[in-house]
Structure formats: structure tokens, C-alpha cells
């Protein structure tokens, strides 16, 4: 990809071989990964990323945003059943996020994940900060994660932590509603 250039694609990584991908500076336009690699196999992301409307949809196999600076629209698994496995280690994550496959895998010390969207059911998260303003921006379940913030400062606010996490830190900022099932907070 080249600086400054609006890219609208849709880009299908398959097969048995690992890829790299390297984005050279911003790029703008309606860029999506689709991430359908058989397991062992990975996509790994060699430089930092900027482009607010890209999209990540991991399937299957792995990806590696480790040490990286991502700045997308989102990343959204779609609940896959195929083996996944993301390594978001020391990495900054901006975008929603939405990590939730039934036979997961993350790696994500030292990382940050600022999201718009927050759905996860499982998984150890470092730091995240979660700005959704809705319940359904924000779903928590069976997940360890060291810092979570709701940053939303609005009324309307809402967030919804479920059972079985680990929450190390929990902050709300809203004025809103927050439904937290109290024994699930450690």
C-alpha cells in the first residue's frame, strides 16, 4: 500500500503459507483482511497501521499485530469455530474489537486496546479501554483482563460485564447503567 492513497479492497488471505503485510504509512478507503489461514499459519503485520475504515475478519490460522501501533475500524472475528489465534503483545489497538470465536487463542501482555467495542468471552487483555455508550457496545464474559475502563461519560451509558471474569481494575465513567454480576469481578 502507498501513503495517502484510498484503497478500496477486499483482501482474502488463504492457504498454507505464512504472509506478511506492510502497509507503508496511512492509507485511506474501505480496506478488508479476511484471514483464512489453516492452523500454524499466520498473517503477521511487519509496520504499524492507520487506516479508520479498514476492516480485520480473522477465520482461521493466526494473526500477529504484536509490537504494533493499529489504528482500524474494527476487528471482528464472527464467533469463528475454526482455530484462531491472535498475538496482539505490546501492540496499541484502536477500533472496535470483537473477539469471541469458539476455539480461541490471544496473547496480549503489555498490550492496549481502545475500543469503540468491546465483545469478548474469553482471553487475558492487559489494558482496555472500552468508549461504547451501549450495553451491546460492551460484553464481557470469562475473560481476565488487568484494566478495564468505561470511558463513556454519557447518561445513556450502559455496559454489560457478565459472569466468570477476572477484573483486576473496573472503572465507569458514565452516568448511565451498568449491569456487572458482582461475583465475577476478582
Do not use: C
Not at 71 to 85: E, R
Not at 89 to 95: D, N, P, R, V
Not at 148 to 153: A, D, E, K, R, T
Amino acid at each position: 500500500m502507498s501513503p495517502g492513497v484510498r484503497i478500496d479492497a477486499a483482501m482474502n488471505f488463504v492457504g498454507p503459507s505464512n504472509v506478511s503485510i506492510t502497509s507503508n504509512g496511512p492509507s485511506t478507503g474501505l480496506t478488508q483482511f479476511y484471514i483464512m489461514k489453516p492452523t500454524g499459519y499466520t498473517v503477521t503485520l511487519q509496520d504499524d497501521f492507520n487506516n479508520s475504515l479498514a476492516y480485520i475478519f480473522p477465520r482461521s490460522g493466526g494473526v500477529n499485530m504484536s509490537g504494533r501501533t493499529v489504528n482500524l475500524n474494527g476487528m471482528d472475528d464472527g464467533s469463528s469455530a475454526s482455530p484462531l489465534t491472535m498475538n496482539i503483545t505490546g501492540a496499541t489497538i484502536t477500533g472496535a474489537w470483537r473477539y469471541m470465536a469458539a476455539n480461541k487463542t490471544l496473547l496480549a501482555a503489555n498490550s492496549v486496546l481502545k475500543a469503540r467495542r468491546f465483545l469478548v468471552n474469553g482471553g487475558a487483555y492487559d489494558v482496555v479501554d472500552a468508549s461504547g455508550g451501549t450495553a451491546s457496545d460492551a460484553y464481557v464474559f470469562s475473560t481476565t483482563v488487568n484494566s478495564l475502563l468505561f470511558s463513556n461519560p454519557s447518561g445513556a451509558s450502559a455496559i454489560s460485564v457478565g459472569s466468570n471474569n477476572t477484573i483486576r481494575r473496573l472503572e465507569f465513567k458514565g452516568r448511565g447503567q451498568s449491569r456487572v454480576i458482582i461475583p465475577s469481578i476478582h
